[in-house]
């Protein structure tokens, strides 16, 4: 079965510095999406960036940036300029097929005035 | 991008009692699923709804206690039933447009607290 792993539980950092969240997974699939979701207070799953096994790529969305590794099977996401409103829970997510999303136990983000 | 609206958005229940929480999305969709998210942590799959047969329920999870509907491709209902405080927790419904390796996309969620 395929797993997710998120390692850092929580992180802090300044506005308007940079910060990585830190994901890795275990597949034997070799065609598979891998997402980051973030979660505010609000509840609200918000996508922010997706990235397709099959890219080289890595996939860019504004501030927001992947390192996709697949043969160490890692999926970073590193956050420039930090600002206050992206304080919230960050999910890595994993599919492939028509199975639903498998979700990492999520990583808490505090950005700090 | 998928519109989802899920009702009702939080509750407070009697122990004993159930609760059918609804999923309406804007736009047909091929798949639904629904998850439960205890407080802090990370989201666990309920089940697959499914239109016109049985939902797909996950280890742990079974159908006299979380009977699923589906009656077509944008409606869904979650029911809690006989509901104890282990049972308070954000249920969320989610959605894909297509079957294979797409994004899903998340209603707001349901907070149950069940007394």
């Known amino acids: 079965a395929q797993t997710v792993t998120q390692s850092q539980p929580e992180m802090s950092v300044q506005e308007a510095e940079t910060v990585t969240l830190s994901c890795t997974y275990d597949t034997s699939e070799n065609n598979y999406y891998l997402f980051w979701y973030k979660q505010p207070p609000s509840r609200q799953m918000i996508l922010v960036i997706r990235?397709?096994?099959?890219?080289?790529q890595n996939a860019t969305e504004n501030r927001f940036s992947v390192n996709f590794q697949k043969a160490a099977k890692s999926f970073s996401l590193k956050i420039s300029d930090s600002q206050l409103g992206d304080t919230a829970m960050y999910f890595c997510?994993?599919?492939?097929?028509?199975?639903?999303?498998?979700f990492g136990k999520g990583t808490r983000l505090s950005v700090i005035a | 991008s998928a519109v989802i609206s899920q009702k009702p958005s939080r509750d407070i229940c009697q122990r004993g009692t159930s609760l059918t929480i609804q999923c309406q999305v804007d736009?047909?969709?091929?798949?639904m699923f629904w998850y439960r998210q205890q407080p802090g942590q990370s989201l666990t799959l309920i089940a697959t709804?499914?239109?016109?047969?049985?939902?797909?329920?996950e280890s742990g999870f079974v159908i006299d206690k979380f009977p699923i509907s589906r009656p077509n491709l944008t409606f869904s209902t979650l029911t809690v039933s006989n509901m104890s405080p282990e049972d308070s927790s954000i249920y969320l419904c989610s959605v894909s447009r297509t079957a294979v390796n797409t994004e899903a996309f998340f209603g707001q969620g349901t907070r149950l607290t069940v007394v």
């Open positions: 709804a499914n239109q016109g047969s049985e939902a797909t329920y």
């Open positions: 997510a994993y599919r492939s097929g028509n199975t639903p999303l498998v």
């Open positions: 736009s047909q969709v091929t798949m």
């Open positions: 990235q397709e096994a099959y890219k080289q």
